[in-house]
Each structure stands twice: as structure tokens, then as C-alpha cells.
């Protein structure tokens, strides 16, 4: 181990004298001020420490893992998990952050072993684990997507013979449960198969993996060709693909239909993969993207029938996505719903029907369309944030029961899952 007070130049200099350059050379930043760098690179003979890092007037910057990461003093002393400042049992935070001092330093930096200690001015010790800091660092976190998905048109997702979850399986073993929602996580859409056509067994097999939502329409909602609500949904008539409860501030996640009843023909339901299309528009006309991605729209529900009286309003981009890694979490679509704009100058707004076109486009390509007609016992949860869905029209009565649920729980449930399983 060895530490030297020089330069970036000299530093990088004397490295190549002494041969055993184990670190890539450091990228300099754009420095405000002129003072000497220190540079501490890290190699053992036995054990190469691919490790190296520099305390800057502003900033710590780490290098390991083969990113450089910088971290803010602030974040620094914020983040320190000792004893006093985080309570591991409870996985908080106990140390006030409006209590760091702005402009905080340490007073001093080492590495031992693969443990970086931080000594503050008031003598708190603050350490970090290198594979740590590398997880959760900004660079590492930009490199990563939340969450793996398979993006799928019609082909793609049929070749992949994505098998159906008995009933008795989902509601019965962890190895069940674990394939389904591994399925809906990656593909956005998953069956299962062989449940009684009831509205109280649709119930359980939602509330094993999530909370019911109650909206508007109710906790569980069965619904035929009735119009008792205000809405194209309670006919006979075809709908063209969409997401729903666009108009809530935050869109359901997920949507459980279960075909109770039908006799009479038609009535199939279109699956499209919202974020394959989107992906397209993206590989093809990114300034569209981004435009979708920027421009806010309201999403409007406005009820009059009977006892029902309604009115919805819900905001944001047709695309939205994580600022930092740009990977996209939500798709709000509903040309039924979409409400005046009234929000984006005539400019912009003509160049988002161009954008708003080409993600329209993609959406109606027939090999984008999953059709398939579902049946009693035949139950589907849908990513109503990802995938579209629509129905064909149809004859004769047809009754649908189904609910909204919640979209942190099923992940909550996902990840407490044993791993073995
Ligand atoms: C599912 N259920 C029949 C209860 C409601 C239908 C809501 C339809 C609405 N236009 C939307 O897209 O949100
Ligand atoms: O009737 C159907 O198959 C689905 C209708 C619909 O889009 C909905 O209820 O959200
Ligand atoms: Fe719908």
C-alpha cells in the first residue's frame, strides 16, 4: 500500500516508474481551485485492491469497481450507518440531516482492509463499505435498470410459451406464487389457470399477492353491457387499446380481469406491450420520446349517471421515466380519456401529435396485438402501467369481474419470497 502528495500528473508519473499500475488513470474532473491532490491508490500483491481516491476541496471521488464516483460530503456524513445515526432494526434514519453543517469536510480519510473511514470534524467516525458505496453511488445506480423486463410483440411473447399458474399452485405453494409473479414482472402480463368463476375466488387470488384498490368502481366491480356507469366500458362496443385510470394522480397498477359469463360471440381481449412500442418509437425518433416523455397532459373521468357523480383528474407525460438511468416505469394511454390540452404552447403541441403519432403507430402494428379470449377460470392480471389492453366488440351477455391493486405490494411480496423457492 502506498499514498503519495503530488500532483495528478506526477502521481500517474511515478505509477508508471514504479510498474505495478493496478488503477486506471483517474479522469480529471474540472477542478475550481488549484490545490495539491492527494491521490491514494490501493494494490496488495496477493490481493489486487482495484481501488483509488482522491478528497477533493468539494467532493470525495472513488475509484473501484471500474467506475469513478464522486460523493458529496453532505451525503457523506447523511448516509453513515454507525449506531447513533441509523437504526438497523428499524432500517431508518435516526440522524437529523438539517443538522450537518453545509459545507462539512473530513477531517480525515483511510482505507482498511475494503473499509473506507471517514473522521469528521466533531470526531464521528463514519465507515463504508467499499462494495457498499459502489452499490449505491449515483454511477453505479445510472448503470442499473429497477427493474429487468423481456419486451414482447405477439411472436416474442408466444415463442416464449409462458406457462399458465394452476389455481391451487398460486394459492397454495411459494414455488406457484414465485413463477407467477416472476412472469408478471418480466413480461407484464400472467394467467392463472383453473379458478372456480366466482368474484370471492377472483378476490383471493389478488389478495395473495397484493391489496385490493377500492376506486371509484368499487373494491371488487363486476360489470356487463348495462351502461350503469358513465362509460364505454359498460357496452357492447369495441375498445381500441389503453391504460386505465389515467385520470388518477396515480394510475392503478395492476388490473385483474376475470370472464365470468359469455354467450354470444366476439368480445376478445387486445394485449400490447407499451413499453416494446415505446422502445421502437425511441430506437427511431428519440426527440419524439423525449417530447413524450416532457409534455404533461390531463387525464379527465367526468361521471353524470344516476348516483355515480364523478370527476377525475389525473396529470403527467404519456411516458414517464427515471431521470437518472432514463428507463421507463409508466405508460399513461387512453385516447378516450385524454383531456383538453390546454397546458402546451401551439408549437410543442403540434409536435407532440407527431410524437403522439409515432407511438400510435407502433402500438397498431398487428404483430404488436396479443389477442386471446378469455374464459371462466381463466383469470389475467395486467401491468396497468405497461401493457395496453382493449376488447373487440361482441354479442349476447357477457359479465367481467375483476379489481385494481395496489403496484408496491406484489413487489413487496415478490421480494420477501425465500430464495431457494
Ligand atoms: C374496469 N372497470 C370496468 C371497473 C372500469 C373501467 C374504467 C374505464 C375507464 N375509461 C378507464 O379506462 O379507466
Ligand atoms: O370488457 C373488457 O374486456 C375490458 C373493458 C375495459 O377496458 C375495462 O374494463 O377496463
Ligand atoms: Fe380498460
Not at 254 to 282: M, N, P, S
Not at 300 to 311: M, P
Not at 359 to 370: A, D, I, Q, S, V
Amino acid at each position: 500500500m502506498w499514498n503519495c502528495k503530488l500532483s495528478h500528473l506526477q502521481s500517474k508519473l511515478q505509477a508508471l516508474l514504479k510498474g505495478g499500475v493496478i488503477c486506471r488513470t483517474l479522469q480529471q474532473p474540472n477542478f475550481k481551485s488549484s490545490f495539491l491532490l492527494t491521490i491514494h491508490r490501493y494494490h496488495t500483491v496477493s490481493k489486487p485492491l482495484n481501488c483509488a481516491w482522491q478528497q477533493h476541496e468539494d467532493h470525495f471521488e472513488l475509484q473501484y469497481a471500474n467506475t469513478v464516483m464522486r460523493f458529496d460530503y453532505v451525503w457523506l456524513r447523511d448516509h453513515c450507518r454507525s449506531a447513533s445515526c441509523y437504526n438497523s432494526k428499524t432500517h431508518q434514519r435516526s440522524l437529523d440531516t438539517a443538522s450537518v453543517d453545509l459545507c462539512i469536510k473530513p477531517k480525515t480519510i483511510r482505507l482498511d482492509e475494503t473499509t473506507l473511514f471517514f473522521t469528521w470534524p466533531d470526531g464521528h467516525v463514519t465507515r463504508y463499505d467499499l462494495d457498499w458505496l459502489a452499490k449505491n453511488s449515483y454511477e453505479g445506480q445510472k448503470q442499473k435498470v429497477i427493474q429487468p423486463r423481456i419486451l414482447w410483440n405477439a411472436e416474442i411473447y408466444q415463442q416464449a410459451q409462458v406457462p399458465s399458474v394452476d389455481f391451487q399452485s398460486f394459492l397454495e405453494s411459494n414455488e406457484g406464487l414465485k413463477k407467477f409473479l416472476q412472469n408478471f414482472l418480466l413480461y407484464g402480463i400472467a394467467f392463472v389457470e383453473n379458478v372456480p368463476p366466482t368474484q370471492e375466488h377472483t378476490a383471493r387470488l389478488a389478495e395473495r399477492i397484493s391489496l385490493i384498490r377500492e376506486t371509484i368502481y368499487g373494491r371488487m366491480w363486476h360489470f356487463t353491457s348495462d351502461f350503469s356507469r358513465g362509460d364505454t366500458a359498460y357496452t357492447k362496443l369495441a375498445l381500441d387499446r389503453h391504460t386505465d385510470t389515467t385520470y388518477f394522480q396515480e394510475p392503478c397498477g395492476i388490473q385483474v380481469f376475470h370472464c365470468l359469463k359469455h354467450e354470444g360471440t366476439g368480445g376478445r381481449t387486445l394485449l400490447v406491450d407499451g413499453f416494446y412500442a415505446a422502445e421502437q418509437v425511441l430506437q427511431k425518433a428519440p426527440e419524439e420520446f423525449e417530447l413524450l416523455s416532457k409534455v404533461p397532459l390531463k387525464h379527465e373521468y367526468i361521471e353524470n349517471v344516476g348516483e355515480c357523480q364523478n370527476h377525475m383528474i389525473g396529470v403527467g407525460p404519456v411516458l414517464n421515466i427515471y431521470p437518472w438511468n432514463k428507463e421507463l416505469y409508466l405508460i399513461r394511454y387512453n385516447n378516450y380519456d385524454r383531456a383538453v390540452i390546454n397546458t402546451v404552447p401551439y408549437d410543442v403541441v403540434h409536435r407532440w401529435y407527431t410524437a403522439h403519432r409515432t407511438l400510435t403507430k407502433e402500438l397498431r402494428r398487428p404483430e404488436n396485438e396479443f389477442w386471446v379470449k378469455l374464459k371462466p377460470g381463466k383469470v389475467l392480471f395486467i401491468d396497468n402501467w405497461r401493457v395496453l389492453h382493449g376488447r373487440e366488440s361482441f354479442t349476447g351477455y357477457r359479465q367481467l369481474c375483476g379489481c385494481y391493486l395496489t403496484r408496491d405490494d406484489p413487489f413487496s411480496t415478490y421480494l420477501q419470497l425465500p430464495s431457494d423457492v
